[in-house]
C-alpha cells in the first residue's frame, strides 16, 4: 500500500477510536445509571444534576469510564499491529527541552487561541471575562482525563504505527500533528481552533519522537489544560492580549 495512504488510514482510525471508546462507556454507563434510578430514585437525581460550568457525577463517571475503554481499544489494536505497549507508555530519554516546554505549555495553547479570536473579533470565554476558575472536576477533566485518551491514541499508538512502517519524523510529525488538530472539530471558533492548536500538536509529537514515550508530552497536555482551566490565569492572559 502507498505510504501516504497507509498514513491516512491509520489517522481515520485514530479518529474512531474515541468514538468507539464513548459509545462503550455509554453502555456502561447507561446501563449502571438507569439501574439506580428504577431502584434507588433519591440517590439518581443528585448524581445526574449539572451546574453551569460544573459536569454532573454521571458525566465525571463516563469519562473515567471513556478513558478506561480507549486504554482497552489501544491495547486490543497494539496486539492486532503487533505493537509493544509498554515500549511507548514508557518515560523515555529526556531532552534539555522538555522541562521549559512543559513549564511554558499553558502560553503555547492559549495564546494562539486567544490572538485568533482578537484578529476575527469573536467572543471570549466566560472564564476569561470573569477571572472564575472551572469548577475541579472540570479541571480534573481536562488536565488528567483528556490528556490520557488523547496520548494514548495519537502519540502513542499513531506514532507507534506510523515509525513502524518506516516514515520519516517531518512526515509522522504533519500526519498526526493535522489530524489532532481536526480531532478538535467543531468548536466555538470553528477552523480556527485546530490553527491555534498548530505549535501544540508539533510540540507534543515532536516530545514523543524524540523520548521515545508518552509521559513528558502527556506533562505538557496536563500542565498547559490544567492552567488554562484556571480563571485568572486565563483572564490574566487575555486581558494582556486584547488590552482590555
Not at 501516504?4 to 489517522?11: A, K, M, W
Not at 462507556?25 to 439518581?44: C, E, G, M, R
Not at 444534576?49 to 473515567?64: A, M, N, W, Y
Not at 505538557?220 to 492552567?227: E, I, M, T
Request: aromatic share 12%.
Amino acid at each position: 500500500m502507498n505510504k501516504n495512504l497507509e498514513t491516512v488510514s491509520i489517522i481515520i482510525l485514530l479518529f474512531g477510536i474515541p468514538l468507539v471508546a464513548l459509545a462503550s462507556a455509554n453502555a456502561v454507563t447507561d446501563t449502571s445509571f438507569w439501574f439506580l434510578k428504577i431502584s434507588v430514585h433519591n440517590l439518581w437525581e443528585p448524581l445526574v444534576e449539572r451546574g453551569p460550568s460544573t459536569p454532573s457525577v454521571f458525566d465525571i463517571v463516563q469519562s473515567c469510564v471513556a478513558v478506561i475503554m480507549t486504554f482497552v481499544v489501544v491495547r486490543f489494536l497494539a496486539q492486532y499491529f503487533e505493537l509493544n505497549l509498554k515500549s511507548f507508555m514508557r518515560i523515555g530519554l529526556f531532552h534539555w527541552a522538555f522541562f521549559p516546554l512543559v513549564i511554558i505549555a499553558p502560553f503555547i495553547l492559549a495564546l494562539p487561541n486567544f490572538f485568533a479570536r482578537l484578529l476575527f473579533g469573536l467572543p471570549l470565554p466566560s472564564d476569561a471575562v470573569s477571572g472564575q476558575s472551572a469548577a475541579l472536576s472540570i479541571t480534573f477533566l481536562l488536565a488528567i482525563l483528556v490528556p490520557i485518551q488523547e496520548e494514548l491514541i495519537w502519540r502513542g499508538l499513531g506514532v507507534t504505527l506510523l515509525e513502524k512502517r518506516g516514515l520519516s519524523s517531518s512526515t509522522i510529525i504533519m500526519g498526526l500533528s493535522l489530524g489532532f488538530m481536526l480531532a478538535h472539530l467543531p468548536s466555538d471558533i470553528g477552523i480556527l481552533r485546530p490553527l491555534a492548536l498548530a505549535p501544540a500538536a508539533y510540540i507534543l509529537t515532536w516530545m514523543r519522537l524524540r523520548s521515545g514515550g508518552i509521559v513528558w508530552s502527556f506533562l505538557f497536555h496536563a500542565v498547559g489544560n490544567g492552567v488554562i482551566s484556571i480563571g485568572p490565569f486565563s483572564s490574566a492572559v487575555y486581558k494582556f492580549v486584547f488590552g482590555t
